[in-house]
Each structure stands twice: as structure tokens, then as C-alpha cells.
């Protein structure tokens, strides 16, 4: 069997792959991929006339729990195509750390195909018989496998350090900002993306939908991320608008580990509950104003965005009702009119789960419109913004800050606590001065937590005098409203099937007022 290998050719393929976890890892020099290269490639120099080198295939920044890699998948290729017989790796890890499919190639893969697999540090040669390393090469790939596995761990704990912390750990930024150049966690406002940001809030705020959003920034050639960024030529489409507006990143709050990957191993990614999100406000710059971002936020809230754009818009679209079942009223098409329909009896109308609360949608909307004119027509707008700016519901922040207060007593208490068991000799003093350090840490960001929220507190007293008087004036001539500020003002109207209505406002002042006035259905 020795004669054999020294008289046959060998066409060497040599496999290089440093992972980007063992560069963040600051993993040993030797694993550099100039000293892998260096290393093996004295190896063959040694090796005789009888071998060849063909070519060094180099995987810089790719995982060894995924064989789908440029450079490994040439050296297959070649293989497949009769150019090299023979691989080479530093050591066994290299070629990859998935146990089950490094195992594949070595024991079946590159026997089936006729192929020499020699790991120089490991002291594996698959062509060699009587050698004890073969033996143990399975488990060296199960070691390997458990150490990308922990790893994983490691850095996934490390992320949501980070994430929870509000430091941005994504490897793309949000149209509009940029990485900071002093802190790769932090982010910036990118001023020309910024504008293309503002544009499109701005026109969600005075009441345009998508679609026109859509229209306008491709009929003005408004450039997308990919043309600034990759100079590729690409559309807006909705979903892209629709992400953006509904993007808390641009008032200033980071939410993150929306998704992850499903294991180590598998590569696919899928969306965590909401519960696992990491949401800290005030982490960067906002360019566009919270208000501002809230409010369109309630103005799109019962709006589909995902939905193709349809031909017909209502004004009370989103809001009806069916009061006996609590589901949705459609409105659909009935030969010349426009029906209202129980969508829960339209769905199921042979089970008799409900009835057709089925009226006319034009009388029904003039009704309604007729009603709220009513309403306000003997109020001035003085009394109109006094009564919203009164009624707009808060946040207890104090309730919440005297939680915080509380949290912080209670740790307190447990560093007195934990210093009486170091006096004791319960704990040692290095355990003492680690959980004393961790507690302090803790304190410090309840601080900041509770001055964050006593800066929201006071910013929320300040009311947007402007918003509301615009609010005001455009519901009170009600010429040509439109369905975002019915949104902004009527939370629901539920539709008896004896037609009967109810409307409840997002204000307590209007619910009040309301009570003085009769909704005549004649």
C-alpha cells in the first residue's frame, strides 16, 4: 500500500477557512490564513516529485457548520472534474465543524470518490493504514461540533447583552442612518438618506397612502437604498414604505432580535415573539419627531398595508362594528349600491353565526357625518382643543417611576445583605466586590431609566398646541374628510342588527359630549 502512494500523482487541492467568529474570538495567530497557507504549504514541498499542487482554496469569514462555501464548493468541482485527488487542511476543523457532514465527506464522500484527505496537525491520513489518528478523527469532528455549538451560545449572549443595552448590533443600518465611525454600536444620521425619509412621513402625516407614497418617490426617481448605497437600480415598493413608517428606529427607539437564525447549524431565519424583542428608547437621534411618528401610527392603524390597493376607499372603512359578533363590517358592491355586510355572516352565512346587518353605506356614512357636524356645531375651537388637549389619554409615569424607586431600594438591600455574609464569611471577597460591581451597574441604569422617564414625563405635558388646532379645523368644516382622521377621532362604531349605533371616540371629552345629542337614523 506504501509503493501505491509514493508512485501515484497526487494533484493537491489545499482548503484554507477562517471563520469570522475566530477572528472576533482573537483566535491564535497560527490560525491566521497566512499561516494556515504558510504552514501547508511547506507541508507539500516536503512531500516529494509525486505531488502537485493545483490550487489553495481560501473560505475567509465563513462558519464550519455550513459547507455552502465559494471556495469549498470549487474545490468539489474540481474534484468532480478529475483535477485533484487530494486534500489538505491544517487541521481537521478547518475542513468544517459540523460532525455529521464532516464525517460524510471523510468516511464515505472522498473514499466513493478515490480522495486523500491528510489534517497535518492532526496527523490524519485516510490513505495511511495501521494509523491510530484515523481512528479518533470521528470524535475530533464531535469535539469541534460542540465547540461551534457553545460558541454560538457565547455569542448569542453577547448580542443580547449588547441588544439590551440599546447598542445596535445589526450589519445593515436603516435608510437614513449610518454606522458611527467611533462606535460601530451606535447610530448616526446619514443627512442625504434623511431627507428621503422625511419626504415619505411627511406625506403619510398629511394623509397619503402607499400607494401614493409608492408612486410619487418612483415617478420622481427618488433614489432607493440600493441605488445610494450599491448604486443598483431598484423600485420602491410598498412593503419597503410600509416598513419604514411603522420603523420605531426613526424616533429614536431600537428594537431588535426581531428574528434569529434557528440553530447553530441551520441557517434560516425565523420571527421571535414579541415578548424576546429588545425595545430601548432614546438610543440615537430621531429624525422624524415621536409625536409626529405616533400619529401616524393611530392615523394608519386600521388600515391593511400588506393588502393590494384597492379602487374604492370609505371613509369609515376599519371602524364598523357588527355589535352582536364583534366582527368587521365589509362594505361590498351590490349591483349599483355599496352594501354593508357582517364580514363574520358573509364568511359563514350557511352556519347562521350572524345576520347581514346589511344597510346602505352611503346613508350610513352622510348619517354619521351629519351627526358629528351636529355635535360641534355649537362649540367654538377654543373650547374643542381645551376639551381634546384634556382628555388625551397618558402614561402614569410616576406610578412607573415609583417602581423603579422600588427596584432600587431592593438592591440596596441586597448589597447590605450580601455584605453582611462576606463579614460572615459566606461569601468570599471576590464574589463580594463581582456581585457588588454587577448590582451598581444594575442601580445605575434604573437611574438613567427613571431620568429618561421623568424627561418623557415633561416632554408629554408640553401638548402639541399646532396638532391639535389643526385636528380641530379640519374635522370642523368636514368638506372633504378623510379616513385618517376619522381614525384619529372615532375608535369604533358598533352596528346592532336592529340598527341601532354606537360610536366611541378616542377621546373621553367627545364621549361625554356626545351624550347631549341623538344619532336619528331618519
Same mark, same amino acid.
Given at each position: 500500500?506504501?509503493?501505491?502512494?509514493?508512485?501515484?500523482?497526487?494533484?493537491?487541492? &489545499?482548503?484554507?477557512?477562517?471563520?469570522?467568529?475566530?477572528?472576533?474570538?482573537?483566535?491564535?495567530?497560527?490560525?491566521?490564513? !497566512?499561516?494556515?497557507? =504558510?504552514?501547508?504549504?511547506?507541508?507539500?514541498?516536503?512531500?516529494?516529485?509525486?505531488?502537485?499542487?493545483?490550487?489553495?482554496? #481560501?473560505?475567509?469569514?465563513?462558519?464550519?457548520?455550513?459547507?455552502?462555501? $465559494?471556495?469549498?464548493?470549487?474545490? &468539489?468541482?474540481?474534484?468532480?472534474?478529475?483535477?485533484? @485527488?487530494?486534500?489538505? #487542511?491544517?487541521?481537521?476543523?478547518?475542513? %468544517?465543524?459540523?460532525?455529521?457532514?464532516?464525517?460524510?465527506?471523510?468516511?464515505?464522500?472522498?473514499?466513493?470518490?478515490?480522495?486523500?484527505?491528510?489534517?497535518?496537525?492532526? %496527523?490524519?491520513?485516510?490513505?495511511?493504514?495501521?494509523?491510530?489518528?484515523?481512528? &479518533?478523527?470521528?470524535?475530533?469532528?464531535?469535539?469541534?461540533?460542540?465547540?461551534?455549538?457553545?460558541?454560538?451560545?457565547?455569542?448569542?449572549?453577547?448580542?443580547?447583552?449588547?441588544?439590551?443595552?440599546?447598542?445596535?448590533?445589526?450589519?445593515?443600518?436603516?435608510?437614513?442612518?449610518?454606522?458611527?465611525?467611533?462606535?460601530?454600536?451606535?447610530?448616526?444620521?446619514?443627512? *442625504?438618506?434623511?431627507?428621503?425619509?422625511?419626504?415619505?412621513?411627511?406625506?403619510?402625516?398629511?394623509?397619503?397612502?402607499?400607494?401614493?407614497?409608492?408612486?410619487?418617490?418612483?415617478?420622481? @426617481?427618488?433614489?432607493?437604498?440600493?441605488?445610494?448605497?450599491?448604486?443598483?437600480?431598484?423600485?420602491?415598493?410598498?412593503?419597503?414604505?410600509?416598513?419604514?413608517? =411603522?420603523?420605531?428606529?426613526?424616533?429614536?427607539?431600537?428594537?431588535?432580535?426581531?428574528?434569529?437564525?434557528?440553530?447553530?447549524?441551520? /441557517?434560516?431565519?425565523? $420571527?421571535?415573539?414579541?415578548?424576546?424583542?429588545?425595545?430601548?428608547?432614546? !438610543?440615537?437621534?430621531?429624525?422624524?419627531?415621536?409625536?409626529?411618528?405616533?400619529?401616524?401610527?393611530?392615523?394608519?392603524?386600521?388600515?391593511?398595508?400588506? /393588502?393590494?390597493?384597492?379602487?374604492?376607499?370609505?371613509?369609515?372603512?376599519?371602524?364598523?362594528? +357588527?355589535? *352582536? +359578533?364583534?366582527?368587521?363590517?365589509?362594505?361590498?358592491?351590490?349591483? @349599483?349600491?355599496?352594501?354593508?355586510? +357582517?364580514?363574520?355572516?358573509?364568511?359563514?352565512?350557511?352556519?347562521?353565526?350572524?345576520?347581514?346587518?346589511?344597510?346602505?353605506?352611503?346613508?350610513?356614512?352622510?348619517?354619521?357625518?351629519?351627526?358629528?357636524?351636529?355635535?360641534?356645531?355649537?362649540?367654538? @375651537?377654543?373650547?374643542?382643543?381645551?376639551?381634546?388637549?384634556?382628555?388625551?389619554?397618558?402614561?402614569?409615569?410616576?406610578?412607573?417611576?415609583?417602581?423603579?424607586?422600588?427596584? &432600587?431600594?431592593?438592591?440596596? %438591600?441586597?448589597?447590605?445583605?450580601?455584605?453582611?455574609?462576606?463579614?460572615?464569611?459566606?461569601?468570599?471577597?471576590?464574589?463580594?466586590?463581582?456581585?457588588?460591581?454587577?448590582?451598581?451597574?444594575?442601580?445605575?441604569?434604573?437611574?438613567?431609566?427613571?431620568?429618561?422617564?421623568?424627561? #418623557?414625563?415633561?416632554?408629554?405635558?408640553?401638548?402639541?398646541?399646532?396638532?391639535?388646532?389643526?385636528?380641530?379645523?379640519?374635522?370642523?368644516?368636514?368638506?372633504?374628510?378623510?379616513?385618517?382622521?376619522?381614525?384619529?377621532?372615532?375608535? /369604533?362604531?358598533?352596528?346592532?342588527?336592529?340598527?341601532?349605533?354606537?360610536?366611541?371616540?378616542?377621546?373621553?371629552?367627545?364621549?361625554?359630549?356626545?351624550?347631549?345629542? =341623538?344619532?336619528?337614523? #331618519?
Amino acid at each position: 500500500m506504501l509503493e501505491e502512494i509514493i508512485r501515484k500523482t497526487y494533484k493537491i487541492a &489545499i482548503y484554507i477557512r477562517l471563520s469570522k467568529e475566530d477572528e472576533d474570538r482573537g483566535y491564535d495567530e497560527s490560525e491566521s490564513i !497566512t499561516n494556515q497557507k =504558510t504552514l501547508l504549504l511547506e507541508y507539500v514541498e516536503k512531500l516529494g516529485p509525486n505531488y502537485e499542487l493545483v490550487d489553495v482554496y #481560501t473560505d475567509p469569514g465563513y462558519t464550519g457548520t455550513n459547507f455552502n462555501r $465559494p471556495d469549498f464548493k470549487r474545490m &468539489i468541482n474540481d474534484i468532480n472534474l478529475g483535477k485533484v @485527488n487530494m486534500v489538505i #487542511t491544517k487541521d481537521l476543523s478547518r475542513l %468544517g465543524r459540523d460532525y455529521i457532514e464532516t464525517g460524510e465527506y471523510i468516511e464515505k464522500w472522498f473514499p466513493e470518490n478515490n480522495i486523500r484527505y491528510v489534517s497535518v496537525t492532526d %496527523g490524519i491520513d485516510t490513505f495511511s493504514e495501521n494509523n491510530g489518528n484515523n481512528d &479518533i478523527a470521528p470524535f475530533k469532528s464531535i469535539l469541534n461540533d460542540m465547540y461551534s455549538k457553545d460558541l454560538s451560545k457565547k455569542i448569542k449572549t453577547a448580542l443580547h447583552t449588547m441588544q439590551a443595552q440599546g447598542k445596535w448590533v445589526g450589519a445593515k443600518t436603516p435608510l437614513g442612518y449610518i454606522k458611527d465611525p467611533n462606535d460601530k454600536n451606535k447610530l448616526i444620521i446619514c443627512e *442625504e438618506e434623511s431627507k428621503i425619509v422625511k419626504i415619505i412621513f411627511d406625506m403619510a402625516y398629511s394623509g397619503k397612502n402607499i400607494g401614493k407614497i409608492k408612486n410619487y418617490l418612483n415617478d420622481n @426617481n427618488v433614489p432607493t437604498a440600493y441605488q445610494l448605497r450599491y448604486n443598483k437600480f431598484t423600485y420602491w415598493n410598498s412593503k419597503t414604505i410600509k416598513r419604514m413608517l =411603522t420603523n420605531p428606529v426613526y424616533k429614536g427607539v431600537t428594537v431588535q432580535n426581531k428574528m434569529s437564525r434557528i440553530s447553530y447549524k441551520n /441557517r434560516k431565519i425565523r $420571527p421571535n415573539p414579541e415578548e424576546q424583542w429588545f425595545i430601548v428608547e432614546n !438610543t440615537h437621534e430621531p429624525i422624524i419627531e415621536p409625536s409626529k411618528f405616533d400619529s401616524i401610527q393611530k392615523m394608519r392603524i386600521a388600515q391593511n398595508y400588506g /393588502r393590494a390597493e384597492k379602487k374604492n376607499y370609505f371613509l369609515l372603512e376599519g371602524l364598523m362594528i +357588527c355589535y *352582536e +359578533c364583534k366582527h368587521k363590517i365589509g362594505v361590498k358592491k351590490d349591483r @349599483n349600491t355599496w352594501e354593508m355586510m +357582517c364580514n363574520n355572516y358573509r364568511r359563514f352565512s350557511k352556519l347562521k353565526v350572524c345576520t347581514a346587518h346589511g344597510f346602505s353605506y352611503i346613508k350610513f356614512e352622510e348619517l354619521i357625518l351629519r351627526y358629528l357636524k351636529k355635535i360641534f356645531e355649537n362649540i367654538d @375651537n377654543d373650547k374643542i382643543e381645551s376639551s381634546i388637549k384634556n382628555s388625551k389619554s397618558s402614561i402614569d409615569y410616576t406610578k412607573m417611576q415609583e417602581k423603579i424607586k422600588k427596584d &432600587i431600594v431592593v438592591m440596596n %438591600g441586597n448589597i447590605d445583605k450580601m455584605y453582611m455574609d462576606k463579614l460572615n464569611n459566606k461569601i468570599t471577597e471576590e464574589m463580594y466586590e463581582r456581585l457588588y460591581n454587577k448590582i451598581q451597574r444594575g442601580i445605575k441604569l434604573k437611574e438613567k431609566e427613571y431620568l429618561d422617564l421623568e424627561k #418623557t414625563k415633561n416632554n408629554s405635558l408640553k401638548d402639541k398646541d399646532e396638532d391639535i388646532k389643526k385636528l380641530v379645523k379640519e374635522y370642523l368644516s368636514l368638506e372633504k374628510p378623510k379616513p385618517e382622521l376619522m381614525k384619529l377621532l372615532i375608535n /369604533r362604531i358598533e352596528i346592532h342588527q336592529d340598527k341601532q349605533i354606537d360610536i366611541y371616540f378616542n377621546f373621553k371629552k367627545l364621549n361625554e359630549l356626545k351624550e347631549n345629542y =341623538t344619532l336619528n337614523q #331618519t
